[in-house]
């Protein structure tokens, strides 16, 4: 992404899985190039700008996931806008393909694939770089355990991000190109990419916030020479604790112990008047509390409907085989009351809450 807005733009990266049945009943899923056109031909006339290079755009991840990008936005707002548009785009043409836009961080039956949400900053020089990437490490196992759809929950694991820690994972230094790093630092921007995707675009866009408030906040306390530490030993394990626990987590620094909910308490009070001057959408601003506030790791936004209901949970119910219809026909019915819950959660805000 090219640097805009003198070192302080903002952009996202949604993975996403098209969910398809076949014939035989069981559940496959896949994604065609035409769908991928269908969406970025949409989103050239809704949002009035395309980009194949720094986007927005959408295109097929060479790994599976299709993939929907904003630009690099100049505040919150916009990216809320970009995101939420885009991937609002995205469910209706693949819905008019028949199958179905799913947003979890692991491709349901193969673990080993992994969606993810990456989040990027830009920053004004090497040196200011090197102190937020320095900073926002430190701050890793609360944004893991605010979007981790793998946290043990009733002894279900509902992503298997937890199984298999190759992506994502890694506390490497300034200087590394490795994509299992937690961040990682390209030409123009700090891309924080260890966050499973969301099920929603406004939980994507809490995410950002989050990670964005912190960033600027970093980069003043740069300018005015504040210290920061390059030692990450009790953030490697808190990292470990989040993908097990999300924000059930106990966190430890020290001999001190503190739970995830009251670092990011902290965290959210500390970064709120920068949420504030980069024009983060009351809803966003919400969502986030709500999470912190509640306890809400990623699962718990969307995909808890199926526990409710099912004594196995969502991972496995949506990874076995759809051997009869009706089962069929109730993960089909469940995702549409998804749906239509967002819709008439949108109306209502149109109309003033009545």
């Avoid at 300034?174 to 990682?184: D, Y």
């Avoid at 600027?216 to 993908?243: C, L, M, P, T």
Wanted: with cysteine.
């Amino acid at each position: 992404m090219e640097i805009v807005n003198e070192g302080h733009s903002v952009g996202l990266e949604k993975e996403f899985y098209i969910v398809n049945h076949g014939s035989n009943g069981n559940l496959h899923l896949g994604a065609e190039m035409g769908i991928a056109s269908g969406i970025g031909n949409r989103m050239r006339e809704e949002l009035g700008a395309y980009d194949d290079e720094v986007g927005p755009k959408a295109y097929l991840d060479a790994s599976g996931p299709m993939e929907v990008v904003t630009r690099p936005c100049s505040d919150l707002h916009q990216l809320t806008n970009d995101i939420t548009t885009a991937y609002d785009i995205a469910q209706e043409v693949v819905e008019a393909h028949g199958k179905y836009a799913l947003g979890m961080g692991t491709r349901p039956g193969a673990p080993d694939d992994k969606a993810g949400l990456h989040v990027h900053v830009g920053y004004g020089d090497e040196a200011e770089a090197e102190y937020v990437f320095t900073v926002l490490k430190h701050h890793v196992p609360e944004i893991m355990a605010l979007s981790a759809n793998s946290p043990n929950k009733d002894g279900t694991i509902k992503d298997m991000r937890a199984a298999n820690r190759s992506y994502g994972q890694r506390y490497s230094p300034f200087s590394t190109t490795s994509n299992e790093s937690v961040i990682k630092k390209r030409d123009n921007t700090l891309e924080v990419r260890c966050m499973d995707t969301q099920g929603t675009a406004e939980e994507d866009a809490a995410i950002a916030a989050y990670i964005l408030g912190i960033a600027e906040k970093a980069k003043i306390d740069y300018a005015n020479g504040e210290g920061v530490s390059d030692r990450f030993g009790d953030e490697i394990k808190n990292h470990e604790q989040a993908i097990k626990d999300g924000m059930a987590a106990t966190f430890t620094y020290g001999d001190e112990t503190r739970s995830v909910q009251e670092v990011a308490q902290d965290t959210f009070v500390a970064i709120l008047p920068y949420l504030r001057q980069y024009d983060c959408p009351d809803e966003v601003v919400g969502i986030l509390a709500d999470k912190i506030v509640r306890g809400r790791s990623g699962a718990d936004d969307i995909l808890d409907i199926y526990a409710e209901h099912r004594s196995h949970g969502f991972m496995q119910t949506l990874a076995s085989p759809f051997t009869f219809w009706s089962r069929r026909k109730a993960l089909y019915n469940d995702l549409a009351h998804q749906r239509e819950w967002k819709a008439q959660e949108r109306e209502r805000a149109d109309s003033g809450g009545a």
